[in-house]
């Protein structure tokens, strides 16, 4: 679907494909009463959710943990003007069931930090919104 404002909506299975494409993404949380936005390293679960690893000591861990979040990944081109962007939102869980996390060392997003004590966080994917821009679309 376009909209006048030149921009393609993306459905939820698009999203969702787009974003497995990407590594990094951006959540977005409050901070002492502040908004805040810390870029991370990601992957996306086999129910769709987002997935974060960082340590358990880290100030995310206790700032998102059961509590509702938005997370942005995207990816543009600017020599030819397109791009597009994903935003999950959703509550973010600290994944505390031992087989869970074990799958997920295997499985899921690899620190970048690499962590010691390394903690899995889990973003639900309750509401998946994206758009599309190409310069095609007439837009600048």
């Known amino acids: 679907m376009f909209h ?8 939820r299975q698009e999203c969702l494909r787009r974003m497995a494409k990407v590594q990094v993404g951006r959540v977005v949380y409050t901070r002492r009463a502040l908004p805040a ?3 991370v390293n990601f992957s996306l679960d086999t129910d769709s959710s987002v997935l974060l690893r960082t340590s358990a000591r880290s100030d995310l861990v206790r700032a998102i943990d059961g509590v509702v979040v ?8 600017p020599a030819s003007r397109s791009g597009w962007s994903v935003v999950v939102t959703g509550r973010a869980n600290l994944v505390t069931d031992p087989a869970e996390h074990e799958r997920l060392s295997r499985t ?12 899995f966080l889990r973003i639900e994917a ?6 599309e821009l190409a310069e095609a679309l007439g837009t600048v």
């Open 4 to 11: 006048n404002d030149g921009f393609h909506v993306l459905d």
């Open 37 to 39: 936005v810390l870029p």
């Open 70 to 77: 938005a997370f942005e990944a995207d990816d543009f081109d």
């Open 108 to 119: 899921g997003p690899r620190s970048w930090v690499l962590p010691g004590d390394g903690v």
């Open 126 to 131: 309750e509401l998946v919104t994206g758009r």
